[in-house]
């Protein structure tokens, strides 16, 4: 049986905005409802915060619902204006093509295309669009929108306001495809919900009044809140800028430590909005975390999660076994040359062409430990490096074939968190 999604989701901080709330959740209690939420092809991957919407995708279909992905083939050759002070650059059929197929991938790791009547849709609105008659699009949908409507918008008005910028007819015209797409989702799919960031609510708004004015149907909008940390940043960023869905833009290492060094302050909503565990079982996580912070169990549960949907189980499996290797959870000197491997790419790490044995102080210096061999000397005298997790004292160590680690491998750590390797005669 189909259940009230909008209250669902507002239990656990996913909504901002919503358009008819009671009405909405009585029609999704008598009946199955589809909702759609449209992805901006502007790059080949998605990224975290794309992960609020999609997993409003995933639970609507959860709940007995049917979602619509809509990729933005048509819309992406214009660029949505909201929120942005200047013109984005136009991308070309060719990138935009290309990134939809991208995205598209991404998305398949959310929801079921294959489960009967409530199986996901994918679409993508360059095929309806790209069909569009310019004089019937004026007077079948341009009509129904007045010039006010439009330069009212904050982000239109600020840009008309200030003589350094421009908005020109091309960004005008998105809310008006945006509004068509709404109106031809609930035509042909009987799609009467949309969903999206909360910027996009006056967009929704537009599509919403279109049904009403063309065919006399109802329409429904809800907006998800802006994820902010409780720094007060927008999260969904590293120090890399971005965390990518895409092993090739983040890799799954550098994903699943983004979820690991989460703040404390705002794991809870987290486990919310990006995990499908219920509020009972979030709360059981979150107060064991709270008796023990400093194991972070809390975290690494919600990082497994989010990297084995994300990049499937066996690599979660993968990079969860090599944070646990460089983080003192494993010894070391057990792991397998695999986890090695992984560490590899994502950790300082120098090629040794020498026989052994090795002085350490050359190896402290090659991994770029170290600036010198005479500070490299001071640290050892300091207690400050480890040679595959073991402190050592002696200036004169040598590294010897005894001290190799599975596929010929040496730890370095320089302090109490910066890791190198040291990879021999490969």
Known sequence: MPQNFYEIMSRRGFVEWCSHPEELGEKMLRE????????????????????????????????????????GGGTGLIGDPSGKTKERQLLSPEQVEHNVSRIKGQLERFLDFDCGPGSAV??????????????????????????????????????????????????????????????????????????????QQVNIIGGIDLIRKRSGGQGYGI??????????????????????????????????????NTDDRDIERLHRIYSFAGLDEIADVVSLHERRPELREAQKR?????????HGEATAARVRDASKVLFGETDVRSAPAELLDTLAEE??????QSAMPYPLIDGL?????VASKGEARRKIKEGGIYLNGEKQSDEARQIAASDLLSGGYAQIRVGKRDFRLLRFNR
């Open 32 to 71: 199955s409802v589809t909702g759609y939420v449209g992805f901006d092809p502007s790059a080949d991957s998605l990224h975290v915060g794309n992960m609020v919407p999609i997993m409003g995708l995933a639970w609507l279909q959860k709940l007995g619902h049917r979602p619509i992905a809509v990729a």
């Open 122 to 199: 994918m679409t993508n609105n360059y095929d309806w669009l790209s069909r569009i008659n310019f004089i019937e699009f004026l007077r079948d949908t341009g009509k129904y929108f007045p010039v006010s409507f439009l330069i009212n918008r904050e982000y239109v008005r600020s840009r008309i306001e200030d003589p350094e910028k421009t908005i020109t007819y091309t960004e005008l015209s998105y809310l008006l495809l945006q509004a068509h797409d709404f109106d031809h989702l609930y035509n042909t799919l009987g799609c009467s919900l949309q969903m999206g960031g909360n910027d």
């Open 223 to 260: 907006t998800f809140s802006l994820l902010l940390t409780a720094s007060g940043q927008k999260f969904g960023k590293s120090e890399e800028g971005a965390v990518y869905l895409d092993p090739k833009r983040t890799s799954p290492y550098k994903f699943y430590q983004f979820w690991i």
């Open 302 to 310: 919600l990082a497994w999660e989010v990297t084995a949907r994300v």
């Open 347 to 352: 950790i300082p790490t120098a090629d040794v």
């Open 365 to 369: 210096l090659a991994s770029g430990g």
